[in-house]
């Protein structure tokens, strides 16, 4: 398994409170993805990095920042929580960006439930 | 908008039954498609993926898929459903770089004795 670790794994946390979760890897790959998983919405992917300090927004970004500081660590801020950002984030990572070479797959960390009341 | 459908939320198969789980993606440049499963509480993991070449493809688990151009469509396959099998499964793409993936929003797979 990819060498992968989230935390929290879980977090309770109240309406407008910030909210910080961990991602970090040991496989030194370039490319970091942070997801949310919403019942009847698959993942849906809110930030990635393709790079230290390098990063870009995903499709449902609002109400979220990031920051990649060290190669190894990817964190995911909610700078105010919200009860509609209650749900199960992912982090995944990949070797390369790149479409169409074997090694870009992503590979996933066990997940953070977090709720929001 | 690049999209994935997976037509199919919940699907349930006898054990010992064949099984075929539906991915169908929008139209654009040469795709790259994925299979990942979840199991309860877990994280996803990679089933098998098609970038060029074979059009059908092996993976783990038993599990093959194969790519039909003329008809946008990744299907994934199993001829014969265990019991250890249940689980999400999620169908994704990619069609550029940035590595960003396109998932489909998943079908649960249950099998019954």
């Known amino acids: 398994d990819a060498g992968i670790t989230q935390s929290p794994r879980h977090k309770v946390t109240e309406t407008g409170t910030p909210v910080t979760l961990r991602c970090h890897q040991t496989e030194n790959h370039r490319y970091m993805y942070w997801y949310r998983q919403d019942p009847g919405h698959g993942l849906r992917l809110i930030h990635y990095?393709?790079?230290?300090?390098?990063?870009d927004k995903g499709e449902v970004s609002d109400g979220y920042s990031v920051s990649r500081s060290k190669t190894e660590d990817f964190l995911l801020t909610l700078e105010s929580a919200t009860s509609s950002q209650t749900s199960v984030y992912f982090c995944a990572i990949s070797e390369s960006g790149e479409a169409g070479l074997s090694y870009n797959e992503q590979f996933f960390g066990p997940g953070t439930r977090l709720t929001v009341l | 908008a690049q999209s994935v459908t997976q037509p199919d939320i919940h699907i349930t198969v006898s054990e010992g039954a064949s099984l075929e789980l539906r991915c169908n993606y929008s139209y654009g440049a040469t795709p790259y498609l994925f299979w990942y499963v979840q199991s309860p509480g877990q994280g996803l993991q990679l089933l098998l993926k098609?970038?060029?070449?074979?059009?059908l493809v092996q993976g783990i688990k038993g599990f093959e898929a194969e790519f039909k151009r003329s008809q946008s469509s990744f299907n994934l396959r199993k001829p014969s459903v265990h019991w250890s099998d249940a689980a999400e499964y999620f169908c994704a793409v990619r069609y550029n770089q940035g590595g960003k993936l396109i998932f489909g929003q998943g079908t649960e797979l249950s099998v019954k004795p």
């Open positions: 990095s393709y790079g230290v300090k390098d990063t």
């Open positions: 098609y970038f060029s070449g074979d059009t």
